[in-house]
């Protein structure tokens, strides 16, 4: 029965380690647009500062005074409302590379959603916050 429950949890384990290895890799919206998500403990957070270069829009999800967030549903949307990007269960950061424009984010966590207009330069970043502490009602039209 030891040698079982140790066979569990090894498994359980290497799932686990799997998981936060491949969670901040560098993947590809069905659209074609790079992106990554993580920032789960500093290795991943450290991981995502370091490939930020490679994006140019940088989200930040949190509630309160700044407590990251996970699982986070977003959908970012053209100047025309035309869907560009969704992403379901994003973790506290997301780095993402668009093309220059102006867009419009809505994120959903537990059902509450918060919102933000910006625009994109191709070769600058630019940086969005969204804290559900304060709510946009404006930016979710």
Not at 2 to 8: D, G, M, S, Y
Not at 106 to 127: C, H, M, P, W, Y
């Amino acid at each position: 029965m030891k040698r079982l429950l140790a066979c569990i949890w090894l498994a359980l384990l290497l799932i686990l380690t799997t998981h936060l290895a491949f969670a901040t890799e560098i993947k590809y919206s069905s659209k074609g647009f790079a992106y990554m998500t993580g920032g789960i403990g500093a290795e991943e957070t450290a991981f995502l500062k370091q490939h930020q270069g490679q994006f140019n829009l940088h989200v930040l999800f949190s509630i309160g005074d700044g407590e990251a967030v996970t699982n986070v549903n977003v959908r970012i949307f053209d100047s025309n409302n035309q869907l560009v990007f969704r992403l379901f269960g994003a973790s506290p950061r997301l780095n993402i590379r668009l093309p220059g424009g102006s867009y419009r984010i809505v994120a959903t966590l537990d059902g509450i959603k918060q919102g933000s207009r910006f625009t994109l330069q191709e070769n600058k970043a630019t940086r969005v916050i969204l804290n559900w502490q304060e709510i946009d009602t404006e930016a979710l039209n």
